[in-house]
């Protein structure tokens, strides 16, 4: 009998956790979307076998900031609170997962653990940090200048750790040469660790964990957390009026967004073994509101969308006209904010949906 009354529990949740996935807080929906998305998926674990090992190392690159742009999504698209806090915990980690695997070493596959170790070590302090800023109703621009000031704290603080007095065990800080020496990512084996270089196994591992995110993300932002973050957004005192304490909802987006950027960090790190406080950086601090400013912070889809192609063409930029690189991200920024406010994949996906409902009437 205990059996038999476990299927009904079975055959209700997954039709649950389909609902999640599209539910009203995210676009795309239907077999068309994801048939789409599951051959965008196949496609993207297919092309690291039909191109050479540089490219595919440079994906890697464009992948690993994918997961801070998420967090800030969530933080600022769905809760409403614009953070400039993210490459905080993105250096937070990046140096905890050196410190950690300089000290430790790389066996047995001890870097997998030091990098999810690192995403919680910059948990922590996004938990710190942000119960202090929204249990003190810090909120609106002030929560962004004090992310920002944070920010910039930590970046001058690790800049001036050059001096050989500046050790974590054997790990030297470096200030701005910057911390190098750290292993890659290992994945233990019977006849040897399997060093997860810049290569096919390194894209394919961060790829998983971006589709896994992703989809998780989709299942938060649908769910009964997601909908009362949303209700947040667009009227905080009203929601505490229903019975919701608004602080717990931001606090509890404000982590998750943050470990993303910390995801973000181990994984740069690993990737290209160095990480340096520029990385902190106020340049630093608004690329990401840029990636998620064009695309669309509302919305998961248009975020990675919308990051992946400015990234892509911040990077051209910087190859080829470097001085202008920066410039032409802050044009864009103000373009978006004029012409596109809720981000232009946002904007073509609603005046889309407007064109099929008329023609469908």
Not at 87 to 99: E, L
Not at 137 to 157: A, N, P
Request: with cysteine; hydrophobic share 50%; aromatic share 14%.
């Amino acid at each position: 009998m205990k059996n038999v009354s476990t299927l009904p529990d079975t055959a209700i949740s997954a039709p649950r956790v389909l609902r999640l996935l599209e539910g009203p807080q995210t676009l795309g929906s239907g077999p068309v979307f994801w048939s789409g998305f599951a051959g965008v998926v196949v496609l993207a674990f297919a092309y690291p076998f039909f191109t050479d090992g540089y490219t595919v190392g440079n994906t890697v690159y464009f992948l690993n900031w994918t997961f801070m742009a998420l967090g800030l999504s969530l933080i600022w698209g769905y809760g409403g609170a614009l953070s400039f806090g993210q490459t905080a915990f993105f250096g937070i980690a990046g140096y905890g997962y050196g410190i950690l695997t300089i000290n430790v070493g790389d066996a047995y596959g001890f870097t997998f653990a030091a990098l999810f170790l690192s995403v919680g070590i910059a948990g922590l302090v996004a938990a710190a940090l942000g119960y202090f800023l929204f249990f003190g109703r810090i909120s609106g621009v002030f929560l962004g200048i004090v992310t920002l000031s944070v920010t910039l704290v930590l970046e001058r603080f690790m800049a001036q750790t050059a001096g050989p007095e500046w050790t974590v065990g054997t790990a030297r800080l470096n200030g701005y040469n910057g911390m190098g020496g750290m292993p890659p990512l290992t994945l233990p084996w019977p006849g040897g660790d399997i060093i997860l270089f810049p290569d096919r196994l390194l894209y394919c591992l961060v790829l998983a964990l971006l589709v896994l995110v992703y989809l998780g993300l989709r299942i938060l932002v649908n769910s009964r957390f997601g909908n009362v973050l949303v209700a947040i957004r667009e009227n905080p005192e009203r929601a505490e009026m229903l019975g919701y304490d608004v602080r717990k909802y931001q606090l509890g987006a404000f982590v998750i967004g943050s470990c993303l950027a910390g995801l973000s960090g181990g994984l740069y790190t690993s990737w290209g073994q160095y990480i340096t406080p520029s990385s902190m950086s106020i340049t630093s601090a608004a690329l990401p509101v840029i990636w998620v400013s064009v695309g669309g912070r509302s919305d998961l889809t248009a975020t990675l969308i919308g990051t992946l192609a400015v990234i892509a063409g911040f990077q051209w930029l910087t190859i080829y006209g470097s001085q202008y690189a920066l410039v032409v991200m802050g044009l864009l920024l103000v373009v978006t904010v004029l012409l596109a406010p809720d981000g232009f994949i946002v904007t073509l996906a609603r005046h889309l949906g407007r064109l099929f409902r008329k023609g469908a009437g």
